[in-house]
């Protein structure tokens, strides 16, 4: 069992604050022990003072040496010798590599806290092992600190908390701050929770934890950033894709949705040429397809959109109720449902704001025109070679069902991935089992 013995003049404050929670429930299962000494109580005069003026002059008071001893040694005649340890601002400043230290290396310790103007330097001379400071700054006593001290060295006590990995992923454990939290709902006050956090990928989720966790260090952290060791091939990585994102300019807002118009076709054709760049390449697009007249024919259709930024066209796509062809062919797996769907078609997003959360937002634009169709499935193709769409698609909670054939007389590769979501309109139904968007 680990213990710790408090000496304070507030022994009722201190001890009802460490018996609450986690820390009270580790001491009912005998985990943990912590107990509280009224220093007053070991004072051998009737008045039971405990403070007196300082030598040498100067304003206030000063913990006697001798009412500390004296309650230090009622602690270790019955209880045996702790590690002694006097909360002071003169102290090495308290952290996690502290804490960790202390868990590990003892299994008992004594917290003075001091009040006052401070205590005799004789009693701390002669008794106690280490000085820790909650920080740079001045408390009117050691209690806060000393709830500090033992709360953090607690946690660490194998069986306080249900799980390690419940500390080790913690802030300063590695010295990193941890990444941002988020529980339900999925969207609160239009706030959205991180895509990557709801495509239920473990390595995305992870991949995503560390890169938040490198940026918070590096921008609130300097200090312990710069001692990081982030030689490993994935560290680099991820900070070469942190340095595109935080050199690129925001997204000028408001980024809106709505059906493209005719004065909308030169914008979108130059985004059209910056997507055929990567497209055409790959055999996914050709230079014949898609062309200034398929965007005028899908608008007809009332099918097409563009997502606009700041009043800019930064994207386009094509969504359509219409059954495509070619999906009734799917080979090497099936689709998960007969129902009525609607298919996206002919997306692209204009340079400058690829890797903006724009291409996400149109995903999500889809799922919302889609169920304002009264559709509940939504499904898209892609060239095997278009990473980037396939992991939009999947962090978008799409899953890869089989391979299609589209237009086989067009010059261009017909072979495709067919992705499906399954739309919900609820924001929190994703823990139902069904993807929302
Ligand atoms: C008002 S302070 C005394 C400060 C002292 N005169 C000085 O300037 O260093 C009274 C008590 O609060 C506690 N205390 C104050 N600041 C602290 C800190 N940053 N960390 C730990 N304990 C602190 C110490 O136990 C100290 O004896």
Redesign the pocket.
């Known amino acids: 069992m680990y213990r710790i013995d408090i000496m304070t003049l507030f022994p009722d404050t201190v001890g009802d604050v460490l018996s609450e929670s986690i820390l009270g429930r580790a001491q009912e299962r005998d985990l943990l022990r912590i107990e509280t000494h009224q220093i007053r109580d070991h004072t051998r005069n009737k008045q039971k003072q405990v403070d007196d003026y300082p030598y040498g002059g100067g304003r206030g008071a000063v913990l006697q040496a001798d009412p500390l001893y004296q309650c230090w040694r009622h602690i270790t005649d019955t209880f045996g010798k702790g590690r002694t340890i006097y909360?002071?601002?003169?102290?090495k400043p308290f952290d996690q590599e502290a804490a960790r230290r202390l868990a590990r290396d003892y299994a008992h310790l004594i917290l003075v806290?001091?009040?006052?103007?401070?205590?005799d330097q004789r009693f701390i001379d002669g008794y106690v092992d280490e000085e820790i400071?909650?920080?740079d700054?001045?408390?009117?006593?050691?209690e806060i600190?000393a709830m500090a001290v033992a709360d953090a060295v607690c946690r660490l006590v194998p069986g306080v908390l249900s799980d390690p990995s419940c500390f080790e992923n913690e802030s300063h454990w590695d010295g990193l701050l941890e990444y941002p939290q988020y529980s339900r709902p999925e969207v609160w006050h239009e706030m959205a929770v991180p895509r990557e956090l709801l495509s239920g990928n473990h390595s995305q989720v992870a991949r995503w934890r560390r890169k938040q966790q490198l940026l918070r260090t590096r921008e609130r952290r300097p200090d312990l950033y710069a001692k990081l060791d982030l030689s490993s091939q994935e560290d680099q990585k991820l900070l070469a894709e942190l340095e595109r994102e935080l050199s690129r300019p925001p997204l000028p807002q408001p980024v809106e949705c709505r059906p493209a118009r005719q004065e909308d076709l030169d914008a979108m054709e130059i985004i059209l040429t910056q997507a055929k760049a990567l497209l055409i390449p790959i055999g996914q697009w050709s230079a014949h397809y898609p062309t200034r007249e398929d965007f005028v024919s899908d608008m007809a259709r009332g099918e097409c959109y563009v997502l606009t930024c700041g009043g800019q066209v930064g994207g386009f796509f094509t969504l359509s109720a219409q059954p495509e062809a070619c999906y009734a062919a799917i080979t090497d797996g099936k689709w998960s449902s007969d129902q009525p769907y609607t298919v996206l078609h002919r997306c692209a997003i204009a340079q400058q704001w690829r890797g903006s959360g724009l291409a996400d937002r149109m995903i999500r634009e889809c799922g919302r025109l889609a169920l304002a169709m009264g559709r509940r499935w939504l499904r898209a193709d892609t060239h095997k070679q278009n990473k980037a769409m396939q992991n939009l698609l999947r962090r978008n909670g799409f899953q890869y069902r089989g391979n299609v054939l589209v237009d086989t007389t067009a010059d261009r590769d017909p072979r495709r991935l067919a992705f499906e979501v399954r739309l919900a309109n609820h924001p929190n139904a994703a823990s139902t089992g069904e993807e929302s968007l």
Request: charged share 5%; hydrophobic share 30%; with cysteine.
């Open positions: 909360l002071s601002p003169c102290g806290c001091g009040h006052y103007e401070g205590i400071s909650l920080g700054f001045v408390l009117t006593g050691g600190a």
